[in-house]
């Protein structure tokens, strides 16, 4: 669905007024839609779409995701949280899982940045490089 500039223009500065701190407020974006629902202004299905685009993208960055072949000590996971709070901000919710597929190392995401320091990953680079 195509969106017209000033749907995006409306998206944008709805999104910019749902944050508090840096960070998006749930009830404020949910006061937001409410209104808009209400009042139905011109395009206000656009407007929604890309309100909704803007959020999802504010969430994700937000969200990291660190997995590791075997489970982490401890003090692993709090030097991870810790370099990647410093790099994303503390607002960053973290979460640790195991993938033995990893063979070893780590893969962390954050978003749409992906770290992929895992064995499986240089195996299989090794292997495309012949």
Avoid: W
Wanted: aromatic residues 4%; proline residues 2%; hydrophobic residues 40%.
């Amino acid at each position: 669905m195509k969106i017209s500039k000033q749907a995006q223009r409306d998206a944008r500065q709805l999104f910019r007024s749902c944050l508090v701190n840096g960070r998006l407020d749930e009830s404020r974006a949910r006061q937001a839609v409410a209104l808009l629902a209400e009042r139905k202004p011109r395009g206000f299905v656009e407007i929604l779409s890309r309100l909704h685009r803007l959020i999802k993208l504010d969430i994700e960055l937000h969200t990291a995701r660190v997995d590791s072949a075997v489970a982490l000590p401890a003090d692993v996971q709090a030097q991870v949280a810790a370099r990647l709070k410093g790099i994303y901000g503390d607002g960053l919710d973290l979460s640790f899982g195991q993938d033995a597929a990893l063979i070893g190392g780590l893969r962390i995401q954050v978003g749409s940045d992906l770290y992929d320091g895992s064995v499986k990953t240089r195996l299989e680079n090794l292997e495309q490089s012949f």
